[in-house]
């Protein structure tokens, strides 16, 4: 399965750097999409702050929306649902203090890991792992797609 963050997720509805990239993987996907409660959220988010920075516009964004939630309501993508174990450990990760994640970035990998699936991100942030995670992870720097297995000796940096 491959998770996808909402970095990896918004170029697919809006014309992006990578949205060519993007639109062919979910297009040719031989494994199931998954995405969970927190994309849905940050999804709003982002279209919330396009259109206060006037970077798009309150039509454009509605569009956007809309075509993204018909994709979930017809299934194209699996919905997960954040629960009191992806909280402890994204929780977990960031009281360790060896990785710079964010909170949501926390979060994101945590159900990733959880639910056995690769994270596809375009998200800098995400580039360094923490260690002994031990699952591959996707990701989309320089509108590729990169795949490596995280070493348990350290971070890797893609």
């Not at 990239?21 to 994309?39: D, G, H, W």
């Not at 450990?89 to 890991?113: C, F, G, I, N, S």
């Not at 509108?143 to 995280?150: D, F, H, N, P, V």
Request: proline letters at 4%; one cysteine or more.
């Amino acid at each position: 399965m491959l998770y996808f963050d909402t970095s990896a997720l918004m170029p697919y509805y809006r014309p992006e750097p990578l949205s060519a990239e993007i639109q062919a993987l979910l297009i040719q996907a031989q494994e199931q999409v998954v995405i969970s409660r927190l994309v849905e959220v940050e999804f709003a988010s982002v279209l919330a702050r396009l259109v206060r920075m006037g970077d798009l516009d309150a039509r454009s964004a509605g569009v956007i929306q809309t075509a993204f939630s018909q994709d979930i309501a017809r299934n194209c993508y699996r919905v997960l649902e954040l629960a009191s174990v992806h909280f402890k450990q994204a929780r977990d990760w960031l009281l360790e203090r060896k990785a710079p994640l964010r909170t949501l970035d926390a979060l994101h990998l945590a159900v990733a890991q959880i639910s056995d699936t690769r994270l596809v991100t375009s998200d800098v942030g995400l580039r360094v792992q923490p260690r002994n995670m031990g699952w591959l992870w996707s990701s989309l720097p320089a509108m590729l797609l990169q795949e490596s297995k995280i070493r348990s000796s350290g971070f890797v940096d893609q």
